[in-house]
């Protein structure tokens, strides 16, 4: 066995390892990572892609560490728009916040599978087809064209055929159970929107495969460190989002900085299958000799530059816009007015003290509200502002327990003065509409 497969087999069981341990976190502490962590994590995978690097460097081979780095920032870059798909699909089914940490780990996790499959298959393809470089360069150019003026802004916004399907043969609630994928509303069976979530995100990452795959095989097709390169690209992608918040899509021109990637991508690959053609009715089938060779440095040089001249030009609109608009906020992170130091969500009364999300409100035996916060902690609903409350119930309560409320309310009042009861028939926090 030589020292670069053990490196291989090393490093695929750390890899392994980190992905579990983090699989971990999400599961057993779901919350809304703080700026402090999110910015760790995505530090820490940074520097270990880094740290992978240097090792093949340190291994004599500079080659496969040039391919690696390139590989790792095209595909970083392309997950960055992946990204993008996933906010949409995030605020479309309107995840609760303390939810949405698992969502994107399935998301990523699903990204990780499919992605494994297509490079099995792609490397089995390139082997024995090179005219399918073609293809590949063809459709990469095909993408970025459509990236940049195809008006394609609705991508997560509209139902796959999948999903279509399960709501026609389906009954389906508006409403979460936490993680669970069923719900039982008056002894009927219910599926909740995790599943379709799950299967949104499934959709998304197959077609984003489509196109990753192919660009990573104009930099490298060793199998390993085609995989190695998707790895440390997805991995941080979870506590990018976080990290990154609304300030993602306020990156206006960074769809273009991609296209112009993919095109070049594309265009390299098709060079590629000029110069090893064999296709019968091209050249004679004889290699094209005069295509000029893209190096990898190159590649390199085009993704670094690309995305660089997109966020800036991004950052000096956002900038020119905070000129007129006011807003000067670069929107990163979690939302921080409700986030607490322990990455849960909270809601603050009108005396500062602080609520964990998910919290109810129930009527009491006396005929007033009380609220109860994840924890237990109760407080009468007289002690929170009417439309913080309102916004928090609607996201936090099903529409039964909502129901109860308004009923409640409709009959007893919310316990506030008589003027506020009476505008709280339609308007009180405690009975939301959805």
Known sequence: MTAYQIFEIASMAVLVAILIF????VIHRPHVPSMK????????????????????????DSGKATEFMTGWLLEYSLSIDNLFVFIIILS????????????????ILIAIVLRGIFILVGVRIIEQFS?????????????????AFGHDDDAGEKDSWLIRLLKKR??????????????????????????????????????????????????????????????????GLRQLYFLLGGLLERLVYLHYGIAAILAFIGVKLVFHAMKANDV????????????????????????VVSMIVAVVASLIKMRRDAQTTGDTSMHIGPSEAELGPDGHYHIVDMTGASFMR???????????????????????????????????????????????????????GDGRDTQDASAAGNDSPEQPTR
């Not at 479309?92 to 998301?107: A, C």
């Not at 399918?132 to 990236?147: D, P, R, S």
């Open 37 to 60: 962590e999110a910015t760790g994590w995505v530090g820490f995978y940074i520097a270990l892609a880094l740290i992978f690097a240097g090792v093949l460097f340190w291994m004599g």
């Open 131 to 147: 005219w399918v470089f073609y293809i590949f360069g063809a459709y990469l150019v095909y993408v970025g064209f459509k990236q």
């Open 92 to 107: 479309r089914f309107t995840v609760p916040k303390e939810m949405q940490q698992r969502i994107l780990m399935i998301g």
């Open 22 to 25: 983090d699989l971990s976190l």
């Open 358 to 412: 998910p919290l109810r409100v129930e009527p009491t035996d006396t005929g007033t509200l009380t609220v109860i916060d994840a924890k237990g902690k109760e407080a009468p609903a007289t002690q929170f502002e009417r439309e913080t409350l309102r916004a928090a119930a609607r996201e936090d309560m099903d529409e039964d327990e909502l129901q109860k409320v308004r009923d409640h309310i409709a009959k007893h």
């Open 280 to 303: 019968p009715w091209i050249n004679n089938g004889e290699p094209i000799k005069w295509v000029p060779e893209i190096q990898n440095w190159h590649s390199l040089l085009v993704i």
């Open 170 to 235: 389906a009954n389906f609630t508006d409403t979460w159970n936490g993680g669970k994928v069923t719900k039982n509303i008056d002894g009927t069976k219910y599926l909740t929107p995790f599943l379709l979530v799950i299967l949104a995100l499934g959709t998304t990452d197959l077609l984003f495969a489509i196109d990753s795959i192919p660009a990573i095989f104009s930099v490298t097709t060793d199998p390993f460190l085609v995989f190695a390169c998707n790895i440390f690209a997805l991995m």
